[in-house]
């Protein structure tokens, strides 16, 4: 059996520091996008674009509440890079839509709902399971929608989305193995079956309202939901969460080799 390996918050705000100095999208290009791509794509491409435009002060709020009861300082400056990066997401997209000349959305029900339940939600845990839920159905959307285009900016765009999500999941995970080791064996169990209802019926929510980019991307329901239970697995499954934990020492040469997810 593995042990799941934690990085500090320290270790963390290293990593977003360093990761954010690389710049992996060639702004020179021309969007090169053709009807059919837009038709299958826009849609999508412009709710994603507000849903990672979040000011993220929810979070911030629910991170400094908890660090201050874990006594843990470095872990809301941790969050607050995180959330930067989403932003850096959100921003890159709303260019590329400036670029082909297409609106940046100010409302979408998806976003709607998950603004609600931001806005009420000052509990880390339900943070963690939430973001970890989106961000594993944003690493299958964003690959989806770099297959369903020839545009090299497009794609380029959404191979560093991908870059940075995937250590994004491990630094969420990370938390939520945290916050689930110290619950007693009752609360593990509720806890256990909550979080892999919630996060499969978002699944069905985003298949539904993504469904045409999916499909662009070459990708029908089963296997996208058969993606989608595989990094349940990964992220909230037994294995993962009743594991024996190893505290090791913070390394950023670990951290960026084991990110990937
Ligand atoms: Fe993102």
């Given at each position: 059996m593995n042990n799941m390996k934690i990085h500090s918050s320290t270790s963390w705000t290293n990593y977003f520091t360093k990761n954010s100095?690389?710049?992996?999208?060639?702004?020179e290009l021309e969007p090169n996008i053709t009807k059919l791509e837009r038709n299958n794509i826009l849609k999508s491409l412009q709710a994603w674009q507000l849903g990672e435009t979040s000011e993220g002060e929810h979070l911030i709020h629910a991170a400094g509440k908890y660090a201050t009861e874990i006594n843990d300082n470095e872990y809301p400056y941790a969050v607050k890079l995180f959330i930067k990066e989403e932003q850096k997401h959100g921003n890159n997209l709303g260019k590329y839509l400036d670029l082909i000349k297409e609106r940046r959305i100010k409302k979408d029900w998806g976003d709607t709902m998950f603004r609600k339940i931001r806005y009420y939600n000052t509990n880390m845990e339900l943070w963690t399971i939430a973001v970890i839920t989106v961000k594993s159905a944003a690493q299958i959307f964003y690959q989806a929608l770099k297959d369903a285009t020839q545009c090299t900016l497009l794609k380029q765009i959404c191979t560093d989305i991908l870059i940075d999500e995937a250590a994004h999941i491990t630094f969420q995970k990370e938390r939520l193995y945290i916050i689930f080791s110290q619950k007693n064996s009752i609360s593990k169990f509720v806890a256990y079956h909550a979080y892999s209802c919630f996060f499969i019926c978002t699944s069905l929510v985003v298949w539904f309202a993504h469904k045409k980019l999916f499909n662009a991307g070459r990708l029908n329901f089963s296997r996208y939901f058969n993606k989608m239970k595989f990094k349940l697995g990964k992220v909230a499954g037994k294995s993962v969460l009743y594991n024996q934990e190893e505290r090791q020492k913070p390394s950023i040469i670990e951290l960026n080799r084991s990110h990937s997810i």
């Open positions: 100095s690389i710049k992996r999208v060639n702004w």
